[in-house]
């Protein structure tokens, strides 16, 4: 049998082979970005050449979902405020994020600027007005069935605490506990910041890193419904401003492409240079208008609307979060399930952001301002704007307005106001750098989670973030946008359920060595 001999040069070829194939399926950084990469690929294509097909069948699944497993989706994150009370209480709420002597790497006024924009903000801007304004014109069965909540004292209070519960406590407790799950293990316990690094502490290879990939779908499918609402939001408010049409079709095609501009180059800076400058801008301008629309109606009457709401809102909130009244199911399906269901699609994004920029806090700091800053922010918002208009005579006008279309709440509300036009504009453009800063922290912490911050990682993550925001400006369905959002949620709750109970395990077994 002859034997060949190997000749230098075929060693070199074969060596330059093996390092190939084991770069591809050795599941690490490059095998990740590649898979990441065909997916995006896949599901851009998708969206992009059958738009109507596309996003009709996948808001399919999540109406399934929700009607299957509504009661679980209120049930879980009610849970979840308590747990994150009760490891506030325990000896682990004194516990740094990345051991003992840590210092937290962002101030606290910039790391609160962070985690409120990444977590919601364009959502207020959209709803501030539309939502109490919904509950109150169409309250759910169980408010018109009852004296107490339904007469004329305590209707628009029950309005604005049906719009707290959708978006105070149980949402930030989600992305809390989310993000605590990632910091804990990647700051004290060493690991990567990913979802698969709750399971397990191998770094390549896994079989968990599929949890990775989910988290992704996740992040970009809430997103893109959000981003779709926000310019629907922005045409209808420009609309209002403007004297020439821009209702068509191409204009949100224009808007879209310049906010996409603008979220790559934020998502490029990185933290330092772009997301936490653009959130701090956000954060001035937030509290710039809400001072400005407190000022402008009646200060005292707002203050007294954020006590009397929060009371309705506290004393609803047991049985809001634990039964759906039978006679009130279809409600909670629109708002409550999907509020919360959305909250969940959003969490494996906002929590390893806050997770990131989290460390050097103690856990018992990073729960309770994580929960408890947004609420109130949220309280007070809402109580300014859509509480305000319960106060003044455009009621009906504003009632009109919402029926025919929820975008039109906002704008009706500010043409009553001295420098409507001027509170109108800044309106518009503080949804555009909101959901900037979503997006470009979306696209950060994709990168992150599929082990890959370089620019054409980036740069794949925006364009499949543009492919099915455009298959949804097609559609042009604001509810239709919703469901889309919360597509990715359906898996990732039970990933989310399942780091929660590791978390009670670290909790109970942590002998405060960290």
């Not at 069965?141 to 628009?156: C, D, H, M, Q, Y």
């Not at 930030?172 to 993000?179: E, F, H, K, M």
């Not at 408010?237 to 209702?247: C, K, N, S």
Request: include cysteine; charged fraction near 10%.
């Amino acid at each position: 049998m002859k034997k060949t001999i190997a000749r230098p040069d075929d060693l070199s070829n074969k060596s330059k082979i093996s390092a190939v194939k084991a770069r591809v399926f050795n599941h690490g950084s490059l095998s990740k970005e590649a898979i990441g990469f065909i997916s995006c690929l896949l599901l851009a294509s998708v969206f992009l050449l059958f738009p109507e097909t596309a996003v009709t069948f996948a808001a399919s699944i999540s109406d399934h979902a929700i009607k299957e497993f509504g009661l679980g989706f209120i049930v879980f994150p009610s849970l979840l405020v308590i747990l994150s009370l009760v490891i506030a209480c325990t000896p682990f709420g004194k516990v740094r994020l990345g051991g003992k002597g840590e210092k937290p790497e962002f101030g606290f006024i910039s790391w609160t600027a962070m985690l409120f924009a990444a977590g919601m903000g364009s959502g207020l801007i959209f709803w501030g007005v539309a939502e109490p304004i919904v509950h109150f014109a169409h309250p759910p069965a169980f408010v018109t069935e009852s004296p107490l909540l339904s007469n004329a004292a305590n209707a628009k209070d029950t309005a604005l605490a049906l719009t707290y519960f959708h978006w105070g406590v149980h949402a930030w407790a989600v992305y809390a506990i989310s993000g605590l799950v990632m910091a804990w293990f990647a700051f004290n316990r060493s690991r990567s910041m990913t979802i698969s690094a709750s399971f397990t502490d191998k770094a390549k290879g896994s079989k968990f890193q599929v949890f990775d990939f989910l988290a992704v779908i996740a992040v970009i499918f809430g997103v893109a419904g959000t981003l779709a609402n926000t310019i629907a939001l922005v045409q209808s408010g420009l609309q209002h401003l403007v004297p020439w049409d821009i209702a068509g079709l191409m204009f949100r095609l224009v808007l879209l492409l310049a906010i996409a501009l603008a979220f790559t180059v934020s998502s490029t800076l990185g933290l330092e240079k772009g997301i936490k400058q653009m959130s701090l801008f956000n954060l001035l301008f937030v509290v710039a208008m809400l001072v400005a629309v407190i000022s402008l109606v009646d200060p005292i009457q707002v203050a007294g609307t954020v006590i009397t709401s929060t009371a309705s809102y506290l004393s609803l909130l047991p049985s809001l979060s634990f039964s759906i009244d039978p006679d009130s199911r279809t409600w909670s399906e629109g708002w409550s399930i999907i509020y919360f269901v959305w909250w969940i699609a959003w969490a494996p994004f906002v929590g390893p952001f806050i997770a990131r920029i989290s460390r050097g806090r103690s856990v018992r700091q990073y729960l309770l301002c994580t929960i408890f800053i947004p609420t109130i922010t949220t309280i007070v918002w809402f109580s300014a704007f859509g509480g305000s208009v319960f106060e003044m005579s455009i009621l009906d006008d504003v009632i009109a307005a919402t029926n025919k279309d929820v975008t039109n709440g906002l704008f009706t509300f500010f043409e009553y106001l001295p420098y409507g036009n001027i509170l109108a504009f800044s309106a518009i453009l503080l949804l555009v750098t909101f959901v900037i800063t979503s997006a470009d922290s979306a696209i950060f912490v994709s990168g992150m989670l599929t082990g890959s911050s370089k620019l054409r990682s980036k740069l794949m993550w925006s364009l499949t973030l543009v492919a099915i925001t455009t298959a949804l400006i097609l559609k042009n369905d604001i509810n239709l946008n919703k469901q889309i959002a919360i597509l990715g949620a359906v898996p990732f709750t039970l990933i989310l359920l399942a780091q929660t109970c590791i978390l009670i395990k670290e909790v109970i077994t942590h002998k405060g060595t960290s």
